[in-house]
């Protein structure tokens, strides 16, 4: 086992720990920035360095397509092909299951995808998924399961967590180098509570470094979603990272946080700059709006990334209208925000001050007390009192909540970055 996980301390459910990995060694609750092929689109690796970043997630199948497994081992591995000196996890290519259902055949044996780069067939079996993975060198590997969506009910779900569970004996057996990197297992089992826990039981039963809770944040509503993390997690060893798939909401980590969670991924931050959105406190700032022609401040008056030091809103509004650099400069923003969030959420909880930290950030979200009731549900059962927080008049429904969870894909099922 390549990694040692220390609780530092906790709030209830809440754990903030120090995870060390061969590359590097991480404070959780984490947030990891999804670079599809190596790269997070407009950024440098040392500017992810300045703004505190600890893990890249890569992807295997979009690596093994283009330039190729390897060429990236025999360069030396993901990391000094990439230049980056700290974490990386590369996920096992299942997500394309779903992504790429109409190019791919799932069996037994793997999923076979015609390849969007020349139409031939590209066999990825559990044993393939683990040797590339072992090829590209990053510091925790995912093993390959059977994805299905979560609004898909039926036999389905129960034939995907069943191969799961025996996808994972395979790649435990592939894999070739356990003293250095990380095998990850995923509970999978939709929204059936029953299914769930066998997958938990049925991973946990294999001592794994570490478990993610895959199949969520695909469209399900949030009442399901908080309550499969919650279960999840009560279900998942104490010693050992918990890593939520897919998510990457600031409101859906701090629920997730409370609930036991360590570790999180998703494009939204990304993705959202380069439509021109900013992430705040409050929650979203669009700088397209023609408001912000004239707005002389920054994205953040609280925030001390760089591109609040020196850029205004009206300077920014012109350039996410016309200009590259606009979705770059906002990209550095919000990943920066979301790095402090994961700092925030580490320290809070460290200094024994994690439920006024939970309600502040409600207050500034939620400044009229309209909050959810499925995130008032999930603080009930993190232990977290929010009453002060809430006007008992104004809850939303789950159904209404936020924008969806689902977030698009490329024409090569990429999800980018």
Known sequence: MALRFEILGRFNRARAARLTLPHFTCQTPLFMPVGTQGTIKGLTTDQLEDIGCQIILGNTYHLELRPGSQLIDDLGGLHKFMNWKRALLTDSGGFQMVSLLHLADITEEGVTFQSPVDGKPMLLTPEESIHIQNNIGADIIMALDDVVKTTITGP???????????????????????????????????????????????????????????????????????????????????????????????LDIVVCSALGADMYDCVYPTRTARFGTALVPEGVLKLKQNAMATD??????????????????????????????????????????????????????????????????????????????????????????????????????????????TVPVDANGAVPN
């Open 156 to 250: 389905r779900i129960e034939e995907a967590m069943y191969r799961t569970l025996r996808w994972i004996d395979r790649c435990i057996a592939a894999h070739k180098k356990p003293d250095v990197q990380n095998l990850f297992g995923i509970v999978q089992g939709g929204l059936d509570p029953v299914l769930r826990d066998i997958c938990v039981r049925g991973l946990v039963e294999r001592n794994l470094p570490g478990y993610a809770i895959g199949g969520l944040a695909g469209g399900e509503d949030k009442d399901s979603f908080w309550r499969v993390v919650a279960q999840c997690t009560a279900g998942l060893p104490e010693n050992k990272p918990r890593y939520v798939m897919g998510v990457g909401y600031p």
């Open 296 to 405: 002389e401040r920054p994205i953040d008056p609280t925030c001390s990334c760089m591109v609040c030091k020196k850029y205004t809103r009206a300077y920014l509004h012109c350039l996410v209208t016309k200009d590259a650099m606009g979705s770059q400069l906002l990209s550095y923003h919000n990943l920066s925000f979301m790095m402090r969030l994961s700092r925030d959420l580490h320290m809070s909880i460290l200094e024994g001050r994690f439920p006024q930290f939970v309600r502040g950030f409600l207050r500034a979200q939620f400044p009229k007390g309209d909050i959810p009731q499925w995130v008032r549900n999930a603080m009930e059962v993190a232990g977290i009192d929010i009453s002060e927080c809430c006007a008992s008049t104004k809850c939303l429904t789950p159904s209404v909540q936020g924008p969806p969870l």
